[in-house]
């Protein structure tokens, strides 16, 4: 089955614990994205990659970090979480071409105290 | 910078009660509007691409159309298991490619 899988689904944290999310697909898609989803303010870009070794910055880059060194995995790191990030996190995928819709995972719901 | 503004923001709908759902978009040069559908806990799911003006998709109860401004998602006598979040999106062209901007969806609650 042609599936995103993110994990964990849920994390409550601490400020300044380093946290990773992982990210994995089996379409073979080039791009992956992560987005977060916050109440009134829709989903926004953190982060896509357009293929392995090549990430850029979407709209909300601050405090996230990411790579890409495997095709299918695209894992996002938190240094040093802030309170700030706590948010509904979606992974998506999607094949060449900005025309391709993107498949998202089910999300993961950090909370940072 | 490409905006993408939905509207209503929530509906309520009777079971069998049609309707529509707006969404409109000022881009610097269109290359797809897409419909997703969100359940709650859930990522977005996808439901049509459309690429030019006039063209038109349907599936089950749900049919999108597209014009140079705005999109419709019409749902013909819904269920209520076509309640959810709408959303919908449109690729970035200036910046990126694998860039989507979101409008903040459409709350749609069916009753029976």
């Known amino acids: 089955e042609a599936q995103v899988t993110q994990n964990p689904r849920y994390l409550i944290t601490v400020t300044g614990k380093k946290l990773t999310v992982t990210c994995s697909q089996n379409m073979n898609h080039e791009y992956m994205s992560w987005y977060r989803q916050d109440p009134g303010l829709g989903l926004r870009q953190i982060y896509y990659?357009?293929?392995?070794?090549?990430?850029d910055k979407g709209d909300v880059p601050e405090g996230y970090k990411v790579s890409r060194k495997e095709k299918r995995n695209f894992p996002l790191i938190l240094e040093s979480p802030s309170p700030n990030q706590t948010s509904l996190y979606f992974c998506a995928s999607s094949s060449t071409g900005s025309d391709q819709p993107q498949h998202f995972g089910d999300g993961t719901r950090l909370s940072i105290l | 910078e490409d905006q993408v503004t939905q509207s209503p923001e929530a509906l309520r709908l009777q079971e069998g009660e049609s309707s529509s759902l707006n969404c409109s978009y000022t881009v610097s040069g269109l290359r797809g509007l897409f419909w997703y559908r969100q359940d709650p806990g859930k990522g977005p799911e996808f439901l049509f691409t459309?690429?030019?003006a006039g063209e038109e998709k349907e599936k089950e109860r749900l049919k999108a159309t597209l014009t140079k401004k705005e999109s419709f998602l019409h749902i013909t006598a819904p269920k209520p298991e076509d309640s959810a979040t709408y959303l919908c999106a449109v690729p970035d062209l200036l910046t990126s490619y694998g860039k989507l901007t979101f409008g903040q969806g459409t709350i749609l609650t069916v009753h029976p």
């Open positions: 459309l690429y030019s």
């Open positions: 990659s357009m293929n392995v070794e090549v990430t």
